[in-house]
T-cell receptor, first 115, second 112 residues
Framework: AQKVTQAQTEISVVEKEDVTLDCVYETRDTTYYLFWYKQPPSGELVFLIRRNSFDEQNEISGRYSWNFQKSTSSFNFTITASQVVDSAVYFCALSADSGYSTLTFGKGTMLLVSP | AAGVIQSPRHLIKEKRETATLKCYPIPRHDTVYWYQQGPGQDPQFLISFYEKMQSDKGSIPDRFSAQQFSDYHSELNMSSLELGDSALYFC???????????FGPGTRLTVL
């Protein structure tokens, strides 16, 4: 069975602070995919990143960066110099390496960025 | 680029009524997934279809049924609605080579 744990229920920061959202996963699959989604108050799920289990390179996209560590089954997400528009619920998700695998989501972390 | 279309975007129903949610996948996508997200919860997988056949089933109540039609659009039928069915319902589509699901904007169902 697959499981995704986001231990941080809610994080509050002040604008311009850096913030890291934690994600720990469990799977018996040898190959799998990890994802991060952003859900703003409007409700839609915004895709942020997909990472294959074979690719442990860290990734940076603007103010966003992701640290994938297979040894600790973690896929953490850092926002640098946070902005009010970053306020949202962030979900980490996991799927098997199969074209038609379903997603298992974590419980989400609500990030509140205040001015 | 075309995205996944869901209709309606908002729906208000009374208890014990029925509701039908529709999903139009991205063109040439052959697989559709349905997820339910209750208030303050994470999305939970309900059911999926590949080439018009059910491919996987999650925590979908027996009161719900779904199908995928010849044009690949999908409908989620919900009967005997309960207050607890109030949620955001997402549809996602994909093809095997993507290993990624593309989500629609969701349908917000409120049961009064």
């Amino acid at each position: 069975a697959q499981k995704v744990t986001q231990a941080q229920t809610e994080i509050s920061v002040v604008e311009k602070e850096d913030v890291t959202l934690d994600c720990v996963y469990e799977t018996r699959d040898t190959t799998y995919y990890l994802f991060w989604y952003k859900q703003p108050p409007s409700g839609e799920l915004v895709f942020l990143i997909r990472r294959n289990s074979f690719d442990e390179q860290n990734e940076i996209s603007g103010r966003y960066s992701w640290n994938f560590q297979k040894s600790t089954s973690s896929f953490n997400f850092t926002i640098t110099a946070s902005q009010v528009v970053d306020s949202a619920v962030y979900f980490c998700a996991l799927s098997a390496d199969s074209g038609y695998s379903t997603l298992t989501f974590g419980k989400g972390t609500m990030l509140l960025v205040s001015p | 680029a075309a995205g996944v279309i869901q209709s309606p975007r908002h729906l208000i129903k009374e208890k014990r009524e029925t509701a039908t949610l529709k999903c139009y996948p991205i063109p040439r996508h052959d697989t559709v997934y349905w997820y339910q997200q209750g208030p303050g919860q994470d999305p939970q997988f309900l059911i999926s279809f590949y080439e018009k056949m059910q491919s996987d089933k999650g925590s979908i109540p027996d009161r719900f049924s779904a199908q995928q039609f010849s044009d690949y659009h999908s409908e989620l039928n919900m009967s005997s609605l309960e207050l607890g069915d109030s949620a955001l319902y997402f549809c996602a589509s994909t093809v095997a080579t993507y290993n990624e699901q593309f989500f629609g904007p969701g349908t917000r169902l409120t049961v009064l």
